[in-house]
């Protein structure tokens, strides 16, 4: 069975509170949790409430091979209102958090109580589910909780199939709204424009790293008088990611394959800021598979990224 608890944030101030604390948390978790949330609420914007939110223990997450247990989900409410979520490892650092939905509640439509119908796996930075010995993708997932939690200029768009095309689009599409107006036609969708992003790489030969930067250069002609010189850098250092976004320039963003979806098929993002705190680092993502921004623990699996900064 998979533990179910609330583990408070708040300072207790009575005798009853702090039995029950005592009964139902690890206050050394919870201690380090906390901490590991003042430093995110300090690097990033829009975190505050946090501070003051109850961790809701939702369910272990397992390794790829569903034995060992890889981390901990847990969600962040204020009161009954939920917050956010976030991916804890089994050495108690933060993986991975976001406002939006957690990665697992689309499969679930939101009921936790399903969610021990299940082994949730988190591998690589990808989460997947186990069930009845089928291995499900979650593509696609989430919802975003509030549009009043998005930054003004951050507009992430679910992809509508490859992850490269969605990657490629979200990338041309934050660049539209910072900056370089009319990288996107007026009146043109995310998917007309994944349309278009689909056809040129096709054109030169298919979903592949590789044929990213031509990709780029071919729309970016088409559609404007900006120039640009993509650069593809594999097994990059975080500080190269975090050079280009401290610069102001937005970078695609690889996950290396191993994932639970596949040994031979990695997945594309799109990075837009960096948090550097004592604990860990974290890239800020749009990532295809979801509709709000969401923030990754930088590890090995970040194999590539592609430096594109669009000129006049």
Wanted: hydrophobic share 35%; aromatic share 12%.
């Amino acid at each position: 069975m998979k533990a179910k608890k609330v583990l408070g944030l708040v300072m207790v101030i009575t005798i009853i509170m702090s039995l029950v604390i005592q009964s139902y948390a690890d206050e050394n978790k919870v201690f380090i949790i906390n901490s590991q949330l003042k430093e995110i609420s300090s690097f990033e914007k829009g975190f505050d409430e946090w501070n003051n939110a109850n961790l809701e223990l939702v369910s272990f997450v397992y390794n790829y091979d569903s034995n060992s247990i890889y981390g901990e989900l847990y969600h962040l409410k204020n009161d009954s209102n939920y917050l956010g979520y976030i991916i804890l490892s089994s050495d108690n650092k933060i993986l991975e958090f976001s406002k939006g939905n957690d990665p697992y509640s689309r499969f679930f439509k939101g009921d936790v109580e399903s969610y021990d119908t299940a082994k949730l796996l988190y591998s690589n930075g990808m989460p997947a589910i186990l069930k009845d010995h089928n291995l499900i993708q979650l593509s696609i997932n989430g919802r975003i909780v509030s549009n009043s939690e998005l930054e003004l200029m951050s507009q992430p768009h679910q992809q509508s199939g490859n992850c490269i095309v969605g990657a490629i689009s979200n990338l041309i599409w934050h660049n539209d709204i910072n900056g370089f107006p009319n990288l996107v036609s007026s009146g043109m969708s995310f998917v007309e424009l994944e349309d278009e992003i689909d056809n040129i790489i096709n054109g030169h030969g298919g979903y592949s790293n590789n044929n990213i930067p031509i990709t780029i250069i071919d729309y970016t002609s088409i559609h404007s008088n900006y120039s640009v010189n993509p650069e593809n850098n594999w097994y990059p250092n975080f500080s190269d990611v975090k050079n280009e976004t401290d610069n102001g320039y937005a970078c695609l963003l690889g996950f290396a394959p191993g994932s639970p979806y596949s040994d031979t098929v990695g997945h594309m993002t799109v990075c837009i800021d960096t948090i550097v705190t004592g604990t860990a680092n974290y890239v800020k993502l749009l990532d295809g598979w979801k509709d709000y921004p969401v923030y990754k623990a930088w590890g090995s699996y970040n194999d590539f990224y592609c430096k594109v900064r669009f000129n006049e």
